[in-house]
């Protein structure tokens, strides 16, 4: 199988989100390896429009790619007719991170997602969350001493938890919450910080940022659990879950973030950096996909596949058109 079109879908590219930055940093490696390049999403808005202004990479023109890399399940059954379709599974718990029976192959994040997907039937390579370690890396140092603390926690009570022992050691406080206010060069503001408390890609980002990180948050969608202070063997071990606090399973109180806070060391803020560009760097996690999408071919009859897509299709043009009214 020879790739040249390569096709990037994500379900919503409205804003600032986890699967849009993918989506974003997925397209940005491929272009740099001279892939011509082209972009799908039911929702358009302030990453697209990145997307299109920034990389000059267009929305869907073609009838067929050599290649379509996607993310949920709804462009999956929308997109497969098209060519060779990989998708990436984020999550365990999300309706539309449930892999599709259309796509010629699977991608999970994590063992844990690889493992969730081969219980409902599909086997799957295991590629981590990709990371520009060009444009996260380190542009300030960090201190000594833990002085300043950022939170990427989606949660009151996860804030709540981190500002009372950031108040207790006489710590700077400082969050951020893509769904309140959202940034696009969150980078910056992880450099303005010593330590980074978040999940998954979050904490992906702040070690490739040279901070030091606390695998924490609280979802509405699971248990409250944290992996503690990461250091690189330890990261080792819970990216098998995503770092998303289910390797570990610690129930932490803010007594417990005031003790991991007191574990800050500067140089493992170069360690998780040094583990960033080996483990997480996205241009050989692309690589990864690419000679994944070689060993595929077309599996779906070409009836079955056009009565999928249209029902597909007909489905996400109601959702759109609800959407607009609601607007």
């Known amino acids: 199988m020879k790739i040249q079109t390569v096709l990037v879908a994500n379900n919503h590219l409205k804003r600032v989100g986890g699967s849009e930055t993918f ?13 011509e390049i082209e972009y799908f999403t039911f929702f358009k808005g302030e990453v697209s429009q990145r997307i299109e202004r920034d990389l000059n990479v267009k929305f869907m023109s073609k009838n067929k790619y050599d290649l379509i890399l996607a993310n949920h399940n709804t462009c999956v059954n929308y997109l497969s007719k098209r060519g060779v379709t990989i998708q990436t599974c984020h999550g365990i718990f999300p309706k539309e991170e449930q892999p599709s029976k259309y796509a010629d192959g699977h991608v999970g994040i994590s063992k844990e997602v690889k493992d969730h997907v081969k219980t409902l039937g599909f086997e799957s390579e295991i590629i981590v969350n990709g990371i520009n370690c060009e444009r996260y890396n380190i542009k300030k140092p960090i201190n000594t001493e833990l002085k300043r603390v950022l939170s990427l926690s989606q949660s009151k009570p996860a804030n709540h938890k981190i500002m009372a022992a950031c108040d207790a050691l ?25 330590l980074v408390l978040g999940l998954g890609r979050s904490a992906y980002e702040a070690m490739a940022c040279g901070r030091a990180v606390v695998v924490f948050d609280e979802r509405a969608y699971f248990e409250s659990y944290s992996d503690g202070y990461m250091i690189p063997n330890l990261v080792k071990q819970c990216v098998e879950n995503n770092c998303s606090g289910r390797y570990s399973k610690l129930e932490f109180t803010t007594e417990d973030l005031i003790e991991a806070f007191k574990k800050y060391k500067k140089e493992d803020g170069n360690a998780l950096r040094e583990l960033a560009l080996t483990d997480f760097n996205i241009d050989f996690q692309v690589d990864k996909y690419l000679k994944y999408a070689v060993t595929l071919t077309k599996k779906n009859s070409g009836l079955k596949l056009f009565f999928a897509s249209w029902y597909q299709n007909h489905r996400m043009k109601k959702r759109i058109r609800k959407a607009n009214r609601e607007s």
């Not at 710590?171 to 910080?193: A, C, G, S, T, Y």
């Open 23 to 35: 989506t974003y940093t997925l397209i940005e490696a491929l272009l740099k390896k001279g892939y």
């Open 170 to 194: 006489g710590l700077r406080f400082n969050k951020f919450n893509k769904n309140e206010n959202p940034v696009w060069h969150v980078e910056d503001m992880i450099n303005e910080v010593d």
